[in-house]
Nanobody, 126 residues
């Protein structure tokens, strides 16, 4: 079983930065693909960054390229999302997700992931 616990959310002014953390526990082979998703109020979850833990390949939607960076600290079993130049439209609940796959999905669809954290709120004020 895989457990994911997010932290690091909060309120920030537009243009500011936040770093989210996702502490992962459980069998590593059950979660070689990990990602961050954002869910705004009354909207579906959208992928904002993905990472192949083994090969290191990263995936970003065009809207976040250059502003968001996903990376891991293997020793700490922690996945991070560094968010810079935040905009009001980045507001939402951010979820960490994981799945075991031969090839990590680059499309960042929520249906592709089967382990989820409880989420952490990010509010960006303009």
């Amino acid at each position: 079983q895989v457990q994911l616990v997010e932290s690091g959310g909060g309120s920030v002014q537009a243009g500011g930065s936040l770093r989210l953390s996702c502490l992962a526990s459980g069998y590593t082979a059950s979660r070689n693909c990990m990602a961050w998703f954002r869910q705004a109020a009354e909207k579906e979850r959208e992928g904002v960054a993905g990472l192949d833990l083994g090969g290191g390949t990263t995936y970003y939607p065009n809207s976040r390229k250059g502003r968001f960076t996903i990376y891991q600290d293997r020793a700490k079993k922690t996945l991070y999302l560094q968010m810079n130049s935040l905009k009001a439209e980045d507001t939402g609940v951010y979820y960490c997700a994981a799945v075991a796959r031969s090839w990590c999905p680059s499309s960042l669809r929520s249906d592709d992931y089967n382990y989820w954290g409880q989420g952490t709120q990010v509010t960006v004020s303009s």
